[in-house]
């Protein structure tokens, strides 16, 4: 590799900690460390099978490991962890442009949509939405006790990674 090809590189990888907020820093470097369970710095087939041992999936298959492993350019550092998230994160749209999304079911501007309607509209527009992919949103978002969705912090979460009453 030519040096300033090598330069670059670097200049990518050192460029993943400006892509984050310091308080998001540190919570990835929480779960780094959760998950590095052998502390050698490094993410490992090993350090990922114990990972879902310690979530309650026992019978993860060696290909399925090897698959996301082979998602990372190379051993799995922080540096390379926060990479891999960074680029993942990077197709996600501002939380403006989310917003704006639902506000078209919201003209009076609540910032809660009824569950049945954004079900209905979920499963028979555009992309449609499965059942399952559906019933897997509500039990990450759930709805409140009227059946209603919170689609600003939805929202919210999409783009931050965290609830905004957490904070």
């Known amino acids: 590799m030519s040096p300033k090809k090598a330069k670059k590189k670097e200049a990518a990888s050192s460029n993943v900690f400006s892509m984050f907020e310091q308080s998001q820093i540190q919570e990835f470097k929480e779960a780094f460390t959760i998950m590095d369970q052998?502390?050698?710095?490094?993410?490992?087939?090993?350090?990922?099978?114990?990972?879902?041992?310690?979530?309650?999936?026992?019978n993860v298959g060696n290909d399925e490991l090897d698959e996301m492993l082979k998602e990372a350019s190379g051993p799995i550092n922080f540096t390379v962890f926060l990479t891999m998230f960074g680029e993942k994160l990077k197709g996600t749209d501002p939380e403006e442009t989310i917003l704006n999304a639902f506000k078209i079911f919201d003209?009076?501007?609540?910032?809660?949509?009824?569950?049945?309607?954004?079900?209905?509209?979920?499963?028979?527009?555009?992309?449609?939405?499965?059942?399952a992919e559906v019933n897997q949103m509500f039990t990450n978002f759930p709805l409140d006790v009227a059946g209603n969705l919170d689609y600003k912090n939805l929202c919210y979460v999409i783009t931050h990674g965290e609830d905004k009453e957490q904070e």
């Open 38 to 58: 052998n502390r050698d710095g490094f993410i490992d087939k090993n350090d990922l099978r114990d990972t879902f041992a310690a979530l309650g999936r026992l």
């Open 107 to 131: 003209p009076e501007g609540t910032g809660i949509l009824k569950g049945e309607e954004i079900k209905y509209h979920l499963m028979s527009q555009a992309d449609k939405f499965t059942e």
